[in-house]
């Protein structure tokens, strides 16, 4: 039986006042490919932001493979095993694209100022290390040809394969990406389906995505949750989404 990756119980939050997202439970296993859909201002990067340690949660619990995770710094649940994109790009621009991605190994180094200074024998073995993975996982996501090439140079499409890129290489039990097609044309957009694909097939990590790309959740999630105004209002396959009649009203109105 598949290992729960992670793991969230009726967590809440509150902004002034407001509860932005109100008993928001998910249960996500090894492996799976899961979807988080709803309308323009429904809560759902909130719930990302609370699953990725940027906000803690008002009320309710947020595990990672069992542990306690609720209160830990996003930094330190990158370290156990769970790694994010966000909407708006956030690479290093200046950076070569073998930088970006080698950035998320610094997680799991563990060479001191002194070895850093000195370039000692653990210093290089741990940075070869760092370098053989970072362009194993460019060449899985077809990314090679820029390897020197500063991330500010790719298209657009391919400054979004390098975000994933880099999240893979801290080594993530789980990846959440947060509408990874924002901005894509179709052409850009089959290519991302393939890349998320190849992703959960080459590193077996499990993935969490938020998108508005309903061709696209469709296409690859195994079963799909919908939040409308912070509550969850369902839970399926593709087709018991796409002909729920709450979700439709969700969407379009009554």
């Known amino acids: 039986m598949a290992e729960t990756v992670l793991k969230a119980n009726n967590i809440s939050i ?66 156990i095993g769970i790694s994010r994109t966000f909407q708006n790009i956030r690479l290093f621009k200046r950076m070569s694209v073998l930088e ?22 653990k210093y290089y073995e741990q940075e070869d290390k760092a370098t053989k993975e970072a362009l194993e996982i460019l060449e899985v996501l077809g990314l090679s040809e820029y390897v020197d090439e500063q991330a500010q140079n790719l298209p657009y499409g391919k400054q979004r394969k390098l975000e994933i890129a880099r999240a893979l290489a801290s080594h993530p039990a789980i990846l959440c990406l947060d509408e990874p097609a924002a901005g894509m044309n179709p052409i850009e957009t089959e290519e991302l389906m393939e890349t998320i694909k190849i992703v959960r097939e080459k590193f077996n ?50």
């Open 205 to 254: 990590t499990a993935i969490l995505l938020i998108e508005h790309d309903m061709k696209l959740v469709m296409g690859i999630c195994e079963w799909i949750k919908v939040i409308s105004f912070g509550k969850e209002i369902a839970t399926g396959t593709p087709d018991e989404i796409k002909n729920n009649k709450e979700v439709i009203a969700a969407y379009l109105g009554d």
């Open 100 to 121: 970006n991605v080698k950035l998320s190994s610094n997680v799991h180094m563990d060479y001191g100022i002194f070895a850093g200074i000195f370039k000692t024998k």
């Open 14 to 79: 509150v902004f002034g006042g407001l509860k932005a997202v109100e008993n928001f439970s998910i249960e996500i296993k090894e492996g799976e490919l899961v979807g988080l859909i709803g309308p323009n201002g429904a809560g759902k990067t909130t719930v990302f932001n609370m699953l990725t340690g940027v906000y803690v949660p008002t009320s309710g619990t947020v595990e990672l493979r069992g542990q306690d995770v609720t209160k830990m710094s996003p930094h330190n649940r990158v370290k």
